[in-house]
């Protein structure tokens, strides 16, 4: 079975910084693009960036401004970097895997919470 760890999640005062970390399992490593998604309590699901293989990066909104997706030379990890954090930024974060065989995968989500 394919799949996706994620790790780096935690409790953080406004202002601060997390970094997320996506390790996908060997089928994965491929994978044409690889990104996360975000989700508030009582809210529906939302995209924050995603990057390809070719290293092609996208991010959602002005997030672009304090988050950073990076991917170790298109190997199975993705990381989010992401600076000025703020009680919005609240959530589970969902790292995900577009592969051509497989689909899309997703990892079991990582809780962020920014405290003010």
């Known amino acids: 079975q394919e799949q996706l760890v994620e790790s780096g999640g935690g409790l953080v005062q406004a202002g601060g910084s997390l970094r997320l970390s996506c390790t996908a399992s060997?089928?994965?490593?491929?994978?044409?693009?690889m990104g996360w998604f975000r989700q508030a309590p009582g809210a529906e699901r939302e995209p924050v960036a995603f990057i390809t293989i070719d290293g092609v990066t996208h991010y959602a909104g002005s997030l672009k401004d304090r988050f950073t997706i990076s991917r170790d030379n298109a190997g199975p990890t993705v990381y989010l970097q992401m600076n000025s954090l703020q009680p919005d930024d609240t959530g589970t974060y969902y790292c995900?895997?577009?592969?051509?065989?497989?689909?899309?995968?997703w990892g079991q989500g990582t809780q962020v919470t920014v405290s003010s």
């Open positions: 995900y895997s577009d592969h051509l065989r497989f689909g899309r995968t």
């Open positions: 060997r089928n994965l490593s491929t994978s044409k693009s």
